[in-house]
Each structure stands twice: as structure tokens, then as C-alpha cells.
């Protein structure tokens, strides 16, 4: 029995009453019904959010968000842990120099001088580096010929996130162009999210601008990975745009979300604990109420998640700019609990720094500059 044969296992009615209910196949060796239950409470509010500055208002839980009932990981029977993992073993690990880009020392200490000594010791980075700072996608009026050069222009934090992708992007490679188009829209997803959280950290004066990059880069990683290894008729099953659908899909038909599959995968590659977990909790604001969190991570993994979800939307659709993405009223699921987040004072300012004319036209000149995204 092939291993994802293991993890889609069940009869054909079994299986597709799961995907019916959006519920994981298999329910018994993925998680207990306690456990079950304690996830649905923590994801639905018991006392809606009392309203405040930025805040929205209060409306009820949409029935399809209140109907999923997401999976950590560490709830998964060891065994169907040990599968998925395993299925996702054999992609390349990175090379070293990603340990080192997200070492919390050097995200907090690194000179800009570090930072480009060790892209030059890559070469292969450095140039694919140049070759995109030089792009369109940058507007910039004169060209950049060395890696000093990039990171004085751009910045330390813009610089590291694009190596970090590049990094990435060596460890997940297509075998049909139906699957290249996936990880090509989730590549241009992933550099406009890294883009959004920057200027919006600088925006709103929220410290540690650059482990928020790191963690923005690094929730793509389970999505990437997925699209990259899943059977081509489970690829075609999971739908390209949408957090909500498409996570209830994933979970039905693989037993785990992305985020969780790249929590797993960060966990085997070595990164550290509290890197993997930054990450990989940023989708759970999809299902979080804002009281429930500290407040201070609350607001961070709450700037990701927006960042993610608007960069996932200016990638599939070039006919849609920032300028036309409202996200107050906008009532899509994925963003209910989300904007109940404003209240946290770092970031009632969110909605006002998405209609800043200068983050408005850099995000359109970003997404203009590379190729469409694959239609849903």
C-alpha cells in the first residue's frame, strides 16, 4: 500500500461522507472525540467581543466556519503522525544557511553586513537575488550589481525573506505544469505577503518586523509542500483560493490543514520550536477568537494572517488591487475572526495603512510584475 493510499484510506463512502462533512477521514486514528470537542470549544467565541477602537460588528459565527472543527497535529494518532511525516521526508532539506536566516540571534542582532556575507557564500541565491531585485517587480531606477548594494536599497528584512524563498523554492520541484502553476501562484502569494507584513509592521511602529516576515514565509510552507507531493487527482481536489475551503478539504482528504503538515515537516527539518509554531499558527487565527490569545501574539499572528490572506488574493486575480479590497466589509469566513482582531491597539490603524496610496502602489506594481495565478 502506497503511504498515501494510508493516509486516504476508508471505503468509498466512508471517504466521501467525510468530504461531505468536511470532517477527517478516518476520525479514530486521527483524533479523539475529547479532544475533538475541546477544539470546536476554543475555536467558537462564548461572549461575542465587546466593541472598541477599530473594532467591527458583532454578527454570528458563519455556519461554515462554525461547522469545521480544525486538527493539531500533536492531537493525530503517532502512527498517522509518523505517515504524514513521512510522506514529506524525502523533499530536499534546505541548505544551512536557512538555520541561519531564521536564528532568532541573528533576526534580532545581524548587520546588514552578516546578512550579505552569507547570501555571497551562496552563490546560486545571490544571483537569483540580483536578478529579482532587478526586475520590474522593484521599480527601481537605477540597477543593483552586488549583494551589499540589495540589502542598502531594500533592507535587511526584505532581503532575508527573498532568501529564505529562494531557499525554499529548491526543496519542492513540479512534474506537470497543472502542479507548477500551484506553487508559482503560492510563490507570488508568498513574496506579496512578505512584502504587506514589512511595510505594514513599519506602518504601525510593530517591533521585530523581521520574525514577522519569517513566519509569513514559513506559513507557506505546508501549502507548498502539499501542492508539490500530493497524487495529481488529490491536487485537483483541493481548491486554489479560499482559506476556509480549502483547509476543510485538506483535513478531509489528508487528515491535516497545511499549516500542520508544515509544522510537521519544520519540526523534522530542525528549525526551532518556537519558529515552527509562530508559523504554523498563523492559520489558526481562521478559527481563533481575539480574547482568547495573549494580546501582544495575538496582534502579531493577526498582522500575518491578514497579510497571507490579502496576498493570496492580489495573486489570483490581477484585475483586483489593493485599492479594491476593503477588508471591513469584506464578509468572507476567513476573515471573521480576523477583523474582530482591530480592537488590540497595534492594530486599529491596520485598515487606514491599507489605503496609504505608497503601499497601494507598490503592492500593484509587485503583483503586475510576474505572470498571472491559475484561475480557482
Known amino acids: 500500500m502506497g503511504i498515501f493510499d494510508f493516509l486516504t484510506r476508508g471505503k468509498p463512502a466512508e471517504v466521501a461522507a467525510a468530504r461531505a462533512e468536511r470532517r477527517p477521514i478516518d476520525g479514530r486514528a486521527s483524533i479523539n472525540s475529547a479532544a475533538n470537542a475541546a477544539v470546536a470549544a476554543s475555536a467558537l467565541p462564548t461572549v461575542a467581543p465587546a466593541p472598541g477602537p477599530g473594532s467591527v460588528a458583532s454578527a454570528p459565527v458563519p455556519v461554515e466556519l462554525a461547522s469545521f472543527s480544525p486538527i493539531r497535529a500533536s492531537s493525530l494518532d503517532p502512527a498517522r503522525r509518523q505517515a504524514i511525516t513521512k510522506v514529506f521526508r524525502d523533499v530536499p532539506r534546505p541548505p544551512r544557511l536557512m538555520h541561519q536566516l531564521l536564528s532568532p540571534d541573528f533576526v534580532t542582532n545581524a548587520s546588514s553586513a552578516e546578512l550579505a556575507d552569507l547570501i555571497v557564500g551562496e552563490p546560486l541565491i545571490a544571483a537569483r537575488l540580483l536578478a529579482t531585485i532587478n526586475s520590474p517587480m522593484y521599480g527601481l531606477r537605477s540597477p543593483v550589481s552586488s549583494v551589499d548594494q540589495a540589502v542598502t536599497l531594500l533592507g535587511l528584512d526584505a532581503v532575508r525573506a527573498l532568501c529564505l524563498q529562494y531557499l525554499m523554492i529548491t526543496s519542492f520541484q513540479a512534474d506537470t505544469p ?199
Open 178 to 376: 497543472a502542479r507548477q502553476l500551484v506553487l508559482d501562484a503560492t510563490w507570488k502569494a508568498s513574496a506579496l505577503a512578505c512584502e504587506l507584513t514589512q511595510r505594514l509592521a513599519q506602518g504601525l511602529g510593530i517591533p521585530d518586523g523581521g520574525s514577522l516576515v519569517s513566519q509569513v514565509v514559513l506559513t507557506f510552507l505546508g501549502r507548498l509542500a502539499t501542492a508539490a507531493r500530493m497524487p495529481r487527482a488529490l491536487l485537483t481536489q483541493i481548491p486554489a483560493r479560499g482559506l476556509l475551503a480549502r483547509v476543510r478539504m485538506e483535513q478531509a482528504t489528508l487528515g491535516l490543514m497545511s499549516s500542520e503538515i508544515g509544522r510537521l515537516l519544520m519540526t523534522d527539518w530542525g528549525l526551532p520550536e518556537g519558529v515552527a509554531s509562530d508559523a504554523a499558527d498563523i492559520d489558526w487565527v481562521l478559527v481563533t477568537p481575539y480574547r482568547t490569545l495573549e494580546p501582544v501574539r495575538a496582534s502579531r499572528l493577526a498582522l500575518c494572517y491578514i497579510s497571507a490572506r490579502l496576498g493570496e488574493r492580489l495573486a489570483f486575480d490581477l484585475d483586483t488591487g489593493l485599492a479594491q479590497l476593503d477588508i471591513l466589509q469584506d464578509d468572507d469566513p476567513e476573515l471573521y475572526f480576523a477583523k474582530r482582531y482591530f480592537e488590540h491597539p497595534a492594530l486599529s490603524g491596520l485598515p487606514q495603512q491599507l489605503r496609504e496610496p505608497s503601499l497601494q502602489e507598490a503592492m500593484d506594481r509587485m503583483r503586475l510584475a510576474s505572470a498571472p495565478a491559475p484561475a480557482p
